[in-house]
């Protein structure tokens, strides 16, 4: 542990502090933290300029605006990373009002599983001559959810062989993942797939950009890597997915490992120039949003569960013994902090499924009435549903419009409303869609009991808990005492509370936590009578989600599967990514592609 970062040059009274960096989906936020209290001080954000590319190759990256993307694609520029360290790190300490000279370290955390190919030296492949009109060179989102059908043969191979690492992942692999999306690189475009060097998360690219070292980090291998008991998945059993993958391991993914908390090196010159820092530094061994923000919520023991609620929701939470808990993303030793096994589920689509509403289901007059009341779409709708009853709206939906990632583990499903009339409102559907994400989160938490890992407590952090009915509804329908994080930046001082372990100014995560995380904020009890009201829908909720998502019905499957057939029938736009040619290659080897 790298402690003479933290006390060598500094005299014992004087104050010292940490940045964390939070990688969202759309933006990056840098908050300067002191060491000694955990005390936030000053934060900027920095939008990323390209945001999410799902339809087209943005023109100053591609050099036109005709390469189409199909559809469940969503990519990013990895250079947009890179200025959120030019320009937000140096705004939050400008913020903070600090002297850069007495930060001590920096740490980062990101969305996952979000992937970027790359050279050697860590050039991203879409930054390399002839390789910015091609799709596959650029960053992988968490949200990428074209890989499917490699997921889908990920885990039947797994099943069919026996794997002994697939009950870690509650059976199922998912597309988000490393592997699916692998695959798809070497099937779909095999010659950038026989470019890069190294499939990195971007976790640990970033951290790569501050000091120089590419360290593979112990939370993004276990859950989103198939790393278990100190290895991945055969050769044997690469193989059998595609011949070319059979090395993919050992030549595109294994590299040192680094333990949560361990510093991955120290800020080097040319990052230093970026964010104003002092060269040297410690620079943290990356980490997932969700996991980091445990520590933040002073969450380090078993049986804590945090749903990390944005516009998807992370729950993770640590416990003694290994337990197989059905669709859970990953039971991983250390992946939260040393020492316990941590687990995580989550789901795909919360806060996206509102603001898609919002954009695409309320009439004009609504948002008109909201903009006369002062309010935001999101605050008015929520002000009409809490007047109702539970139960008023007659409706009940499933949670799915961005697939299924815990229990069911599956992106083909999709979102649906039971019950609208004519006489359904805006604000009965609102509220049917926020009912439905608790449900989806009330799934999770019955699962880990059944499965032996009891869930003793209930915190929330995020965006989305200053949704005051929200956080109600949750209480209620899982029967939890609900606490929100005594802070609106998690991540980032879950990160900045890992930077000051990774300074030596902490022994481990657990005693740095319980000095700087943050106190419990506002507290949800249930109330009997919504909990038994709730009940009842719950029932109906297991009834749907059982039958559109366990083989009763396929019908979503069966959609999904009519929208790429019409997809295909569409002329390709100029310099297109051809579904055609994608369906075609599934599963070839690259010999066969490139043939």
């Given at each position: 542990?790298?402690?003479?970062?933290?006390?060598?040059?500094?005299?014992?009274?004087?104050?010292?502090?940490?940045i964390g960096v939070d990688y969202g989906t759309l933006s990056g936020r840098a908050v300067v933290v002191r060491v000694r209290d955990g005390k936030e001080l000053g934060s900027a954000v920095h939008e990323y300029p390209h945001a999410v590319v799902t339809d087209f190759l943005p023109k100053d990256a591609a050099g036109d605006d005709g390469v189409r993307l199909p559809g469940e694609w969503a990519l990013q520029v990895p250079n947009d990373y890179r200025d959120v360290l030019r320009k937000a790190v140096p705004a939050a300490v400008a913020d903070a009002g600090i002297d850069p000279a007495a930060v001590v370290g920096i740490a980062t955390d990101f969305t996952a599983c979000t992937m970027v190919?790359?050279?050697?030296?860590?050039?991203?492949?879409?930054?390399?001559?002839?390789?910015?009109?091609?799709?596959?060179?650029?960053?992988?989102?968490?949200?990428?959810?074209?890989?499917?059908?490699?997921?889908?043969?990920?885990?039947?191979?797994?099943?069919?062989?026996?794997?002994?690492?697939?009950?870690?992942?509650?059976?199922?692999?998912?597309?988000?993942?490393?592997?699916?999306?692998?695959?798809?690189?070497?099937?779909?475009?095999?010659?950038?797939?026989?470019?890069?060097?190294?499939?990195?998360?971007?976790?640990?690219?970033?951290?790569?950009?501050?000091?120089?070292?590419?360290?593979?980090?112990?939370?993004?291998?276990?859950?989103?890597?198939?790393?278990?008991?100190?290895?991945?998945?055969?050769?044997?059993?690469?193989?059998?997915?595609?011949?070319?993958?059979?090395?993919?391991?050992?030549?595109?993914?294994?590299?040192?490992?680094?333990?949560?908390?361990?510093?991955?090196?120290?800020?080097?010159?040319?990052?230093?120039?970026?964010?104003?820092?002092?060269?040297?530094?410690?620079?943290?061994?990356?980490?997932?949003?969700?996991?980091?923000?445990?520590?933040?919520?002073?969450?380090?023991?078993?049986?804590?569960?945090?749903?990390?609620?944005?516009?998807?929701?992370?729950?993770?939470?640590?416990?003694?013994?290994?337990?197989?808990?059905?669709?859970?993303?990953?039971?991983?030793?250390?992946?939260?902090?040393?020492?316990?096994?941590?687990?995580?589920?989550?789901?795909?689509?919360?806060?996206?499924?509102?603001?898609?509403?919002?954009?695409?289901?309320?009439?004009?007059?609504?948002?008109?009435?909201?903009?006369?009341?002062?309010?935001?779409?999101?605050?008015?709708?929520?002000?009409?549903?809490?007047?109702?009853?539970?139960?008023?709206?007659?409706?009940?939906?499933?949670?799915?419009?961005?697939?299924?990632?815990?229990?069911?583990?599956?992106?083909?499903?999709?979102?649906?409303?039971?019950?609208?009339?004519?006489?359904?409102?805006?604000?009965?559907?609102?509220?049917?869609?926020?009912?439905?994400?608790?449900?989806?989160?009330?799934?999770?938490?019955?699962?880990?009991?059944?499965?032996?890992?009891?869930?003793?407590?209930?915190?929330?952090?995020?965006?989305?808990?200053?949704?005051?009915?929200?956080?109600?509804?949750?209480?209620?329908?899982?029967?939890?005492?609900?606490?929100?994080?005594?802070?609106?930046?998690?991540?980032?001082?879950?990160?900045?509370?890992?930077?000051?372990?990774?300074?030596?100014?902490?022994?481990?995560?657990?005693?740095?936590?319980?000095?700087?995380?943050?106190?419990?904020?506002?507290?949800?009890?249930?109330?009997?009578?919504?909990?038994?009201?709730?009940?009842?829908?719950?029932?109906?909720?297991?009834?749907?989600?059982?039958?559109?998502?366990?083989?009763?019905?396929?019908?979503?499957?069966?959609?999904?599967?009519?929208?790429?057939?019409?997809?295909?029938?569409?002329?390709?736009?100029?310099?297109?990514?051809?579904?055609?040619?994608?369906?075609?290659?599934?599963?070839?080897?690259?010999?066969?592609?490139?043939?």
């Amino acid at each position: 542990m790298p402690d003479t970062l933290f006390t060598s040059s500094s005299e014992p009274t004087q104050d010292h502090f940490v940045i964390g960096v939070d990688y969202g989906t759309l933006s990056g936020r840098a908050v300067v933290v002191r060491v000694r209290d955990g005390k936030e001080l000053g934060s900027a954000v920095h939008e990323y300029p390209h945001a999410v590319v799902t339809d087209f190759l943005p023109k100053d990256a591609a050099g036109d605006d005709g390469v189409r993307l199909p559809g469940e694609w969503a990519l990013q520029v990895p250079n947009d990373y890179r200025d959120v360290l030019r320009k937000a790190v140096p705004a939050a300490v400008a913020d903070a009002g600090i002297d850069p000279a007495a930060v001590v370290g920096i740490a980062t955390d990101f969305t996952a599983c979000t992937m970027v190919p790359v050279k050697a030296d860590g050039t991203p492949l879409n930054e390399l001559p002839g390789f910015a009109n091609r799709p596959h060179a650029y960053v992988k989102l968490w949200r990428h959810h074209a890989a499917q059908g490699q997921a889908d043969r990920i885990n039947r191979i797994a099943a069919e062989r026996g794997e002994d690492w697939l009950p870690r992942y509650g059976g199922l692999i998912s597309s988000e993942w490393e592997f699916a999306k692998g695959l798809q690189l070497l099937e779909e475009d095999p010659a950038a797939y026989a470019e890069m060097d190294h499939w990195v998360e971007a976790a640990d690219w970033i951290v790569w950009q501050l000091c120089g070292r590419y360290v593979r980090n112990a939370c993004t291998a276990g859950y989103k890597g198939i790393y278990q008991d100190g290895r991945y998945p055969s050769e044997d059993f690469l193989a059998a997915l595609n011949p070319d993958f059979k090395d993919f391991v050992s030549t595109k993914l294994e590299h040192t490992i680094g333990r949560l908390g361990d510093a991955a090196g120290t800020l080097t010159a040319e990052a230093a120039a970026w964010t104003g820092l002092p060269e040297g530094i410690a620079v943290a061994v990356g980490n997932v949003d969700a996991h980091v923000t445990a520590p933040a919520a002073k969450a380090v023991e078993s049986g804590q569960l945090v749903a990390i609620m944005g516009t998807s929701t992370c729950h993770v939470m640590n416990g003694s013994e290994l337990r197989e808990v059905p669709g859970m993303c990953g039971a991983v030793d250390g992946g939260i902090v040393p020492g316990l096994w941590g687990y995580e589920a989550g789901q795909s689509g919360v806060g996206d499924i509102f603001g898609w509403f919002t954009k695409y289901g309320v009439p004009p007059e609504y948002h008109q009435a909201a903009k006369e009341a002062g309010l935001g779409i999101h605050e008015y709708l929520t002000e009409l549903a809490s007047r109702q009853a539970i139960g008023e709206h007659g409706l009940i939906a499933l949670d799915w419009h961005s697939g299924n990632r815990s229990v069911l583990v599956d992106h083909e499903l999709s979102g649906i409303v039971v019950g609208q009339t004519l006489a359904t409102r805006p604000e009965d559907t609102y509220r049917a869609l926020l009912e439905a994400t608790a449900f989806g989160t009330r799934t999770i938490v019955d699962a880990f009991r059944d499965a032996g890992v009891p869930v003793k407590e209930f915190i929330v952090a995020g965006g989305l808990l200053k949704n005051r009915l929200l956080m109600q509804i949750y209480a209620d329908a899982t029967g939890l005492q609900l606490s929100t994080i005594g802070s609106e930046q998690g991540p980032a001082l879950g990160s900045a509370i890992h930077a000051a372990v990774a300074a030596g100014a902490y022994a481990d995560i657990r005693e740095a936590a319980a000095a700087m995380g943050a106190e419990p904020g506002e507290v949800y009890t249930p109330v009997p009578e919504n909990a038994a009201a709730y009940d009842e829908l719950f029932q109906e909720y297991k009834t749907l989600h059982d039958y559109f998502g366990r083989g009763g019905n396929d019908v979503m499957r069966r959609l999904k599967a009519i929208q790429r057939k019409a997809a295909r029938a569409l002329p390709p736009a100029a310099g297109s990514l051809s579904e055609t040619a994608l369906s075609e290659n599934a599963g070839k080897t690259t010999m066969e592609v490139s043939a």
